[in-house]
């Protein structure tokens, strides 16, 4: 495939034939709202994913506070959702509020390049972080909010499988999205400034504005998903959105691919799924080995460090 | 795909009404009990001994000839402190393994993210680990508390030492998150009800280690006694600062800091600090019988000494088994709510507390008591503060 140069990349059938074959595995073994709920964190894990691909895979930045824009659409969701604000209105001020915050993060790279500039955004994602803790009457500071679940209209997403098809349906337009930006022109200055930014800048491509769009559109698409994940999880807690779960969208980009769309649905199977199953392999160790602590981490651990091993480029890449 | 999905719900039928016949988790010879513990991510010191201490109670009784006939079976999902984990571990508990009730699930976030689909499942929602209100309040017929929110332990304990030891500028160091905010609101609470205010507060972030600008400041405005809204290592790492420095001021830790290794890690600069406990730390020496026997067993089974965790676990376990045993042999999640409603425990060989439930009260205890670090381990000043 196209791999090698970066362009939007499809799973093909065989993946397809792979993770509807999970799927059902999943469905069969586990029961259908366990496998549906893990669908529901899968699917938003991996918009939020969509939105590391674009800076990090298609871009070519590192951001280190990509889970701070997850906690912007979070607490925006959740605020707006606790004021009566229908999800009509609120998903997309979510949605606006996790651009913003890209855009904000962004800013620096106009001075700033390479892990400089990987340093802001981590002091970004500090910065939002302290925001979430200080702005009490706003947020509840530590003590966080509980979050009823989504409605739209009249119909109340509270069932695994509603959740499971919001996010399945916002996943689908998302990535109809990113699939139309990464193949349009600023897709290609967005791949160009990644391989070479002198080159792109002498070949007449604005490098601040590509970098200033991959952080507004990646923020939106974290702003997107931290919304969701607000009313599947129903609680928000501004030490959620802290710098691990940066590091772990980070993790399931490179995982996953950072350079194809389908990098994102990879590294969210891992980075969700997968502890699920290392826990259900766990439960047939003998009583002594699966009793010790920390042995699923340290078996996730292990399979990680395959699979980098394996598929340096990622699940999604061409090797 | 649709005679797939009418396959699967012929069979979800199915089973639905042959599980009717008996709650869920409940067999001819079982009661599966399930519990949601963080074995790997920040708080896995309290996670696993809080486990051991399950899980051995549940096989003393079950060595006893298990409750009313059935062995009790502990499954413990991991879910490192992550709410998103969490989640799925309680959808697993409920579906997969058919617990019959969850107990003690540790940590405030993964325990407010879960509680929701376990309530929502019917499966009671037993003495959580975590000081948050909702656990208990308001009423729910599933929700259960042994742990009363910080703010409640350190009103009283306030009050009692300002009382006792005649303070005149009490002041506090918290931890700036939802803990360090519970304990604050507690002692604010029992200050007022003495008339006085809070002196002066400072706050630090979530794994600071140094605490020189905090304790320069509270020593500046002239405490006589600061409260410690800290976890151990920053409990040490603030007594020691201010000994340091020759600043010989009362201080009194929440029970966050209450543990063996505060004593252990501090040493000598720790002595005389003061601390709120709810349940006395297990030491070997000078142990009761039933207690040197029960820390000798521990030890044989898990290869470490038990600590005060270990003992919670066990007694949210002990708690457990006391209702079940109540109910008799006909065991459904109403009959057991009924009956965990009218217990009232004594107290244990730990040391611990009364515990009192009933219809309108679903937390079962609210007093702690004052202990001290003397020669190197925690000792009981006072009984439970009312």
């Known amino acids: ?58 871009c070519g930045q590192v951001s280190l506070g990509q889970g701070a824009l997850l906690g912007l659409g979070a607490y925006a969701q959740a605020v707006f959702a606790l004021r009566g604000v229908p999800a009509q209105l609120s998903l997309p001020l979510a949605i606006a509020l996790g651009a913003g915050g890209g855009w904000l993060a962004s800013l620096p790279a106009r001075r700033l390049g390479g892990l400089y500039f990987a340093m802001s955004t981590l002091a970004f994602a500090l910065v939002v972080e302290e925001a979430l803790v200080r702005w009490e009457s706003l947020t509840r500071g530590a003590a966080g909010l509980a979050v009823p679940p989504l409605a739209l209209g009249g119909w109340v997403a509270e069932t695994p499988l509603a959740q499971a098809l919001v996010a399945c349906v916002a996943l689908a337009l998302a990535w109809l999205a990113c699939r139309r930006w990464a193949a349009s022109r600023l897709g290609r200055a967005w791949r160009a400034v990644r391989e070479d930014e002198i080159a792109a800048a002498a070949a007449g491509i ?47 980009a490179f995982i996953g691919g950072a350079r194809h769309l389908s990098g994102a649905l990879w590294g969210a199977l891992v980075v969700v799924a997968l502890p699920q199953g290392v826990s259900l392999a766990v439960e047939r160790l003998p009583p002594g080995l699966a009793g010790a602590a920390g042995i699923e981490m340290a078996l996730f651990g292990a399979v990680l460090v395959i699979l980098v091993l394996l598929r340096p480029g990622g699940l999604a890449g061409s090797r | 795909m649709n005679l797939f999905h009418r396959l699967f719900c012929a069979l979800g039928i199915a089973a639905a009404s042959a599980a009717a016949a008996q709650a869920p988790g409940v067999s001819e010879r079982e009661i599966v009990v399930g519990s949601i513990q963080d074995l790997s991510g920040p708080i896995a010191l309290l996670g696993v001994p809080v486990r051991d201490g399950m899980q051995m109670r549940f096989d003393d009784a079950n060595a006893a000839g298990g409750v009313h006939g059935r062995k009790l079976r502990l499954v413990v999902e991991d879910a490192g402190y992550d709410p998103k984990k969490g989640v799925l571990a309680a959808r697993k508990l409920v579906q997969r393994d058919r617990v019959f009730a969850f107990l003690a699930n540790l940590g405030t976030p993964v325990v407010m993210a879960t509680m929701p689909p376990i309530v929502d499942a019917g499966r009671p929602h037993l003495f959580p680990f975590s000081p948050h209100e909702s656990t208990y309040a308001p009423r729910h017929p599933l929700k259960f508390q042994m742990f009363a929110p910080y703010q409640d332990y350190m009103d009283a304990a306030t009050r009692h030492m300002v009382q006792t030891h005649g303070y005149r500028k009490t002041c506090l160091l918290y931890q700036d998150d939802d803990y360090g905010l519970e304990v604050m609101k507690g002692v604010e609470a029992g200050l007022a009800k003495l008339q006085r205010p809070l002196a002066e507060k400072t706050s630090y972030k979530r794994g600071a280690t140094d605490f020189s600008s905090q304790v320069a400041r509270l020593r500046g405005a002239g405490c006589d006694f600061v409260v410690l809204a800290t976890v151990v290592r920053e409990t040490v790492a603030a007594v020691s600062e201010a000994r340091r420095t020759g600043w010989n001021v009362d201080m009194l830790v929440t029970a966050s800091g209450y543990s063996a290794q505060t004593h252990e890690l501090g040493g000598k600069a720790v002595e005389g600090l003061y601390g709120v406990t709810v349940l006395p730390h297990p030491y070997e020496a000078g142990a009761n ?98």
Request: cysteine-free.
């Open chain 1, 206 to 252: 604005d490098v601040a504005r590509a970098k200033t769009l991959a952080f507004v559109l990646g923020g939106g698409l974290s702003g997107l998903g931290g919304a969701l994940y607000a009313h599947w999880i129903g609680f928000v807690s501004p030490e959620q959105f802290g710098l691990m779960l940066s590091f772990e969208l980070l993790m399931l």
């Open chain 1, 1 to 58: 495939m196209d791999g090698a140069h970066g362009s939007p990349s499809r799973p093909g059938f065989a993946a397809w034939a792979v993770i509807m074959a999970l799927a059902a595995l999943a469905v069969w073994v586990l029961g259908v709202d366990y496998a549906l709920a893990q669908a529901a964190f899968v699917a938003t894990w991996a918009i939020a994913g969509l939105g590391v691909v674009l800076v990090v895979g298609q």
């Open chain 2, 289 to 386: 019988g039933q207690l040197a026997d029960w820390i000798r067993r521990y030890r044989e089974r898990f290869g470490v000494a038990p600590n005060v965790w270990s003992a919670m676990g066990y007694t949210v376990a002990d708690l457990f088994v006391k209702a079940a045993d109540k109910v008799g042999r006909d065991l459904t999640v109403e009959r057991f709510t009924a009956a965990l409603e009218t217990l009232h425990t004594p107290r244990d060989f730990f040391g611990g507390p009364e515990y009192r439930f009933s219809r309108d009260e679903h937390l079962g205890n609210r007093h702690g008591r004052i202990a001290q670090i003397r020669d190197g381990r925690w000792a009981i000043l006072t009984d439970y503060l009312k």
